[in-house]
């Protein structure tokens, strides 16, 4: 056990002392921090190049109506600030009218396209002539080879559904305030449930923070990916490096080769959590600093913890497995392509698991081991969490896995570290685990 504390605390100290984990440390935040500053500084970096749209009205009513709102929009909408501190911050628009004439032979639709390929239109839009009669399904076709921009799209669209809903209402003879009152929505707020204390006081129920609600489990669920992503990879390279340089064969002659897998997944282990503790420090810091650190449960702390030494402990080993049976780069790439596979599957199978934490599919894959440490925290994390069998399931599936996965991969490092020459396979690895 001895042997197996000394390599683990050497290639523990190697790591936290480097200057690659320094520098990860130190950047992650400045990364973080950074991108905030950058969106902040390019705030102000806007193409305010006037956009042109060509409006084909073939109602005839509604030209006017976009010419005024476009103008009113123009003078008042795209501006911040008053006086000498006024500057634009959006783009102008400029809409012009286009008729059809009788004698023309080429489809309007491609002369248009023309023209906003040439540069002179931004776009073009069709307004169908029975856009005011309901039973019509009449809409209004926008046209554009920049997509990504939304904002003239919304606008047309939010202009002209203003002057329907205006028309129809002088149509159904009803007063504006009174379509007003029928179109104001009544919000619903998110609250908790009430607690019943045990000296029979009742605690009024909490709004919900949706922020809190989905940002805890899923910052959660990423940093347990980015830990393990950090760490088991590293040891992959660290254990195929030595083998490489012949450093393995010299230090099984004073060492057994489980122990030395195992003193470097306890020494990468905690490389792990040391990370993380030092995350997790900052995010506790944080939300002290904006008063809802009582929103997240201190057990959720100890419960990420956990997970995250489970997590890595099945990764880490068999990351290290493959390592040791690979004498090439190349061999040991091929060999961790269906393990990433494992590493990824929680992160493909959030989105359902955020809708419906208790659903038949979110018990199934929070209880398969290699996502269960992800995603049984990720769950416990959305209220109002797993019932406690499965955790208490959750917890022996994954710790009895974890062992599983140390125990063979101890197999298949004793057998592997020593071997040269060979391209290993899945097959030889199951041959190497079951080997006496």
């Not at 992160?347 to 992800?374: G, W």
Request: charge should be neutral.
């Amino acid at each position: 056990m001895n042997k197996v504390l000394v390599v683990a605390r050497t290639e523990y100290l190697i790591a936290i002392t480097s200057k690659a984990f320094i520098l990860g440390v130190v950047m992650m935040p400045i990364f973080m921090g950074g991108a905030i500053v950058v969106q902040y500084l390019t705030r102000d970096q806007v193409d305010l190049s006037p956009r042109r749209i060509a409006i084909v009205d073939q109602t005839d009513r509604m030209f006017d109506t976009l010419e005024q709102r476009c103008q009113t929009r123009n003078e008042n909408e795209i501006y911040e600030g008053e006086g000498t501190e006024r500057k634009q911050v959006q783009a102008a628009f400029e809409v012009e009218r286009v008729q059809r004439q009788s004698e023309e032979t080429e489809r309007l639709d491609v002369e248009l396209t023309r023209r906003v390929k040439d540069g002179e239109l931004f776009a073009y839009a069709i307004i169908e002539k029975d856009i005011f009669d309901a039973t019509k399904g009449a809409v209004v076709r926008y046209h554009s080879q920049t997509p990504s921009y939304r904002t003239l799209a919304n606008w047309l669209g939010r202009v002209v559904n203003d002057e329907v809903k205006r028309l129809r209402t002088e149509q159904l003879g009803l007063s504006p305030e009174s379509v007003a009152a029928l179109s104001q929505r009544t919000p619903v707020r998110q609250f908790g449930l009430v607690e019943l204390r045990n000296n029979g006081e009742v605690k009024d129920a909490q709004e919900e923070s949706e922020l809190l609600t989905f940002a805890v489990p899923f910052a959660g669920l990423m940093l347990m990916f980015m830990m393990v992503m950090s760490v088991a990879p590293a040891m992959l390279n660290n254990v195929l490096e030595e083998k490489m340089q012949k450093i393995s064969e010299f230090l099984v002659s004073s060492i057994t080769p489980f122990q030395l897998m195992l003193g470097k997944l306890v020494g990468a282990v905690g490389i792990g959590l040391t990370l993380s503790a030092i995350y997790l420090g900052a995010a506790y810091g944080l939300a002290n600093y904006f008063e809802v650190s009582d929103r997240v449960p201190v057990t959720l702390y100890a419960w990420f913890v956990f997970f995250l030494f489970i997590a890595l402990v099945i990764f880490g080993s068999i990351f290290s497995a493959i390592g040791a049976a690979c004498s090439e780069i190349r061999d040991a790439q091929s060999l961790m392509t269906p393990i990433m596979l494992l590493v990824i599957i929680p992160m493909m199978c959030i989105a359902p698991i955020f809708d419906s934490p208790s659903s038949f599919f979110s018990r199934a894959i929070s209880l398969f081991p290699p996502a269960t440490p992800m995603l049984m925290f990720a769950r416990i994390a959305i209220p109002p969490g797993p019932a406690t069998w499965e955790i208490i399931l959750a917890v022996v599936l994954s710790a009895t896995f974890a062992a599983g996965c140390v125990w063979a991969a101890g197999k298949v490092f004793r057998i592997g570290i020593l071997s040269q020459g060979q391209s290993p396979t899945f097959a030889k690895l199951l041959g190497w685990i079951f080997a006496k």
